[in-house]
């Protein structure tokens, strides 16, 4: 009698740590490279003289051409654990066009892969960038080729 209880109960037993694995693999299938969709900024300044970028975390993509004007592109693609993680401020004060990433509290370490700011800037310009995470990239100064439109 007890050798048929003590069989049901490991049998309940195993059956309930099968359940247990099958549902945990199903979930980290499901969210390991589920993103929402991306969040896309785009912005038009003009008559820019300095560009001013402190984007902790994130890359930073500085492109020069022969127009007047400062385009840009802020993308950010934030999974469900991230989502609101950054917020991108960007401001004429001036003829200077600062733009700033704050980082909300959470205890989540961001990743610099899915942020990304993209500025098309007159070749002519004063740029300051800084970024502590993040990979900058200049090309279209006047030794290059103009670079494509954003």
Same mark, same amino acid.
């Given at each position: 009698?007890?050798?048929?209880?003590?069989?049901?109960?490991?049998?309940?037993?195993?059956?309930? /740590?099968?359940?247990?694995?099958?549902? *945990?693999?199903? =979930?980290?299938?499901?969210?390991?490279?589920?993103?929402?969709?991306?969040?896309?900024?785009?912005?038009?300044?003009?008559?820019? %003289?300095?560009?001013?970028?402190?984007?902790?975390?994130?890359?930073?993509?500085?492109?020069?051409?022969?127009?007047?004007?400062?385009?840009?592109?802020?993308?950010?693609?934030?999974? =469900?654990?991230?989502?609101?993680?950054?917020?991108? *401020?960007?401001?004429?004060?001036?003829?200077? *066009?600062? /733009? *700033?990433?704050?980082?909300?509290?959470?205890?989540?370490?961001?990743?610099?892969?899915?942020?990304?700011?993209?500025? %098309?800037?007159? %070749?002519?310009?004063?740029?300051?960038?800084?970024?502590?995470?993040?990979?900058?990239?200049?090309?279209?100064?006047?030794?290059?080729?103009?670079?494509?439109?954003?």
């Amino acid at each position: 009698m007890n050798t048929l209880i003590n069989n049901k109960l490991v049998k309940s037993i195993n059956l309930t /740590i099968i359940t247990l694995f099958i549902m *945990l693999s199903t =979930f980290c299938l499901i969210t390991k490279d589920t993103k929402a969709a991306p969040v896309e900024e785009n912005f038009e300044y003009s008559g820019i %003289r300095e560009l001013e970028v402190e984007a902790s975390f994130f890359n930073v993509q500085v492109s020069g051409y022969t127009g007047d004007t400062v385009e840009g592109q802020i993308i950010v693609h934030q999974n =469900f654990i991230k989502k609101n993680y950054v917020e991108v *401020l960007h401001s004429k004060k001036g003829s200077v *066009l600062e /733009i *700033l990433v704050k980082k909300k509290k959470s205890w989540i370490p961001p990743s610099t892969e899915d942020k990304i700011i993209k500025i %098309r800037v007159p %070749r002519d310009i004063k740029v300051d960038l800084m970024t502590s995470s993040g990979d900058i990239e200049i090309q279209g100064n006047s030794f290059m080729k103009e670079s494509p439109a954003i």
